[in-house]
């Protein structure tokens, strides 16, 4: 297994679980789901001030890294921030509604109905983090419908 060698590489690649075998995306969205239920204690204004810090340090990452593919899979800190920004405006009450959270993420990730596939074509790091944007936003109007 491949590991982070600098520090851009460990951080966009969630702690390494973007090398993780099979698939790194929902390795990652794991992460991002311990963010989510993790956080979920935090005064609202805290944890959207976090997000913004891990959102610039991922981009700084980005930069340094410079991949030369589009989306490399290792990269999964896109699938991490989008799933923490879920919880961020729906924070679980449940486990049972952070797994339907995490399932309804995967889902519109996957799937990358429109405007994700439109989205994801953006260049560099903002490509990369749009399709799952669109994801968020398609599971959070999902758990706002169930609830």
């Given at each position: ?100 959270a995490f399932l309804l993420f995967r889902f519109w990730d996957i799937t990358k109905l429109w405007p994700a596939v ?30």
């Open positions: 297994m491949k590991r982070p060698q600098t520090w851009a590489q460990w951080w966009l690649s969630g702690a390494g679980t973007g090398y993780l075998p099979g698939a790194p995306a929902t390795w990652g969205s794991l992460v991002g789901l311990g963010l989510l239920i993790g956080s979920a204690w935090l005064p609202w204004a805290v944890n959207l001030i976090a997000w913004s810090v891990a959102l610039g340090a991922s981009q700084k990452a980005f930069r340094q890294v410079a991949p030369p593919e589009p989306d490399p899979p290792w990269i999964v800190a896109d699938e991490i921030l989008a799933l923490w920004l879920v919880g961020l405006f729906f924070p679980p009450a449940t486990a049972q509604q952070a797994a339907l439109i989205a994801e074509k953006i260049p560099g790091f903002w490509g990369i983090l749009a399709d799952d944007l669109v994801a968020a936003l398609y599971t959070l109007l999902c758990l706002w419908l169930l609830a």
